[in-house]
């Protein structure tokens, strides 16, 4: 009989070869977060396949090769969206809102090739996207449009066994799209048309599947450029290290781990795009997630405490200057579940989640969350909110009806933290704080069939309806719709060419 993982863990090598043959190739630590879309996509991507394993049974033996190549098609349908958008057409800036609704089809595909373990050490990889979107009401948005664009490519040096068995060494330079912890700080933005890359290094000791890893990085984040080729903000610095200790994963995954945010800013730059304040973010934090032994409950939670320094711009004595302030912000997020015992295995989960908002508008200080390059989804299905300024409690239901069809449903609740501060990405703020905390509550239904191995398909419905805090700007300004439900509707269809490596 073999033994439990945790079990392994304590023998040493050739222990391990006299306990079971073969357990050193084998042997898996990695463990997935039964957290609501939290888990970060694989790497390679999850559309792409090893050419060994797909349908093509004359390649079975290049197993060097991988291979993807994916096309999504979304229609939204959007109504009273409280997302806002610039109006350029007088010559100035404007900030306005979708009071029409708004009926868009996004396009986007994605192509991947990767060449790995026949010239190592040496590896490389590439991924090239082409995302559009059509019938919008508006000017199209960098999160909607990045057309014809290289969103990875790198190579790798990769040494496999160079902290003892199975135990690799690597490291990547160039172009690089990757998640990491819960995607809330770190995250691709798969449901978005586009996706977030960075370019740099990237210095990884160990991989997910050992009892222990650590990911380490110096990146610049990539500005996407709609109609060109994207290019490195050189301004910007993203590093960090993620530590993951996975000896227990089968009840606990423990994932210490430090980020940092670097910009050399220009406030007073005479290209408008560049005029950013200097900014020196530290970020340490810890995220633990597993099951609680002996029982149905999982859990999964994240801390993060931000310090270091923001610049913010004043005139003093008639002349705008940048000055210096403290930044000082906290977040956290907990979400417990409960699996029952049941033939389409439903999970309720309760969640919450905290960001910090700045406190004073009028001082130099900065206190609210820097949410890094996180993905919003799981925040909100409307996609109104991120991890700042906000607190947030949800109750979640997902079940499986059918082994090919998969259901969620929730109800999220949404207040500012700081009432000075704002709704940050509806940019609604009052800066008097006399407009009240609540922003307003949301329902949303999910369903996603997966029709074979290479066709899936979605749809979904959210509807939010705002608090107190929303409705008060319904002025002639912003329209009467700050004040009315928000309707928000997709179709999604997703192909594989290359299918689920089963077909």
């Known amino acids: ?47 792409v396949r090893n050419l060994s394993r797909t349908q093509f049974e004359q390649l079975r033996d290049v197993d060097w090769l991988d291979v993807g190549l994916d096309f999504r098609t979304r229609y939204e349908y959007r109504e009273n969206d409280l997302r806002p958008w610039t109006d350029t057409s007088s010559g100035s800036a404007v900030t306005r809102y979708r009071a029409d609704p708004d009926n868009l089809w996004l ?21 090239f996207e082409d995302a559009r979107s059509y019938n919008g009401l508006y000017e199209p948005s960098d999160a909607d449009v990045n057309e014809f664009e290289l969103i990875q490519g790198y190579a790798e040096l990769y040494f496999n066994h160079a902290l003892g068995h199975n135990r690799p060494i690597s490291l ?42 650590l990911d380490t990085f110096a990146l610049q984040p990539v500005e996407r450029l709609k109609y060109e080729f994207d290019r490195p903000d050189e301004k910007t610095w993203f590093y960090g290290g993620i530590l993951s200790i996975r000896h227990w994963s089968d009840i606990l995954t423990i994932q210490p781990y430090f980020l940092g945010r ?54 003093v004595n008639g002349q705008a200057v940048q000055i210096m302030g403290e930044h000082d912000a906290l977040a956290y997020s907990l979400e417990l579940g409960y699996s029952f015992d049941h033939d389409w295995k439903p999970r309720l989960s309760g969640y919450y989640g905290f960001g910090t908002g700045d406190l004073n508008p009028n001082d130099n200080d900065n206190d609210r969350f820097d949410a890094f390059f996180g993905f919003n989804q799981p925040w909100s299905r ?19 009806p059918h082994k090919d069809v998969r259901i969620d449903t929730a109800y ?16 609604l703020r009052d800066r008097t704080g006399n407009s009240g905390d609540f922003m307003g509550h949301e329902f949303d239904i999910r369903m996603r069939h997966k029709l074979n191995g290479f066709v899936d398909w979605s749809l979904s419905y959210a509807r939010f309806t705002p608090g107190d805090f929303t409705t008060s700007f319904d002025t002639p300004v912003t329209g009467p719709f700050t004040s009315e439900a928000s309707n928000f509707f997709y179709f999604e269809v997703s192909l594989n060419a290359f299918g689920d490596g089963k077909s």
Do not use: C
Not at 4 to 18: G, Q
Not at 304 to 309: L, M, R, S
């Open 1 to 47: 009989m073999p033994l439990p993982k945790s079990a392994y863990a304590t023998l040493p090598f050739w222990a391990l070869l006299l306990a079971s043959p073969g357990l050193a190739v084998a042997e898996d630590y990695y463990v997935k977060t039964n957290a609501y879309r939290v888990e970060p996509d694989p790497d390679p991507p999850a559309y």
């Open 107 to 127: 396009l986007r595909t994605r192509a991947y090739l990767g060449v790995k373990d026949i010239l190592d050490p040496l590896r490389f990889a590439v991924e």
């Open 172 to 213: 990547r330079a160039g172009r690089m799209a990757f998640e990491q912890l819960d995607r809330r700080l770190i995250g691709n933005n798969q449901f978005r048309n586009t996706t977030n890359n960075f370019e740099g290094f990237r210095l990884h000791f160990g991989k997910k599947q050992n009892d222990w890893d």
């Open 262 to 315: 670097s910009v050399d800013g220009n406030p007073f730059d005479p290209v408008v795009a560049n005029r950013v304040n200097d900014r020196n973010v530290y970020a340490p934090g810890l995220r633990v997630y597993g099951v609680i032994p002996d029982s149905s409950f999982d859990f999964d939670a994240d801390i993060n405490k931000q310090f270091g320094e923001s610049g913010v711009t004043r005139t």
């Open 382 to 400: 409307n996609d109104y909110f991120s991890w700042d300024n906000v607190h947030a409690p949800k109750l979640r239901l997902e079940f499986k």
């Open 412 to 427: 999220s609740a949404y207040w500012l933290d700081s009432e000075t501060d704002g709704f940050r990405r509806a940019n």
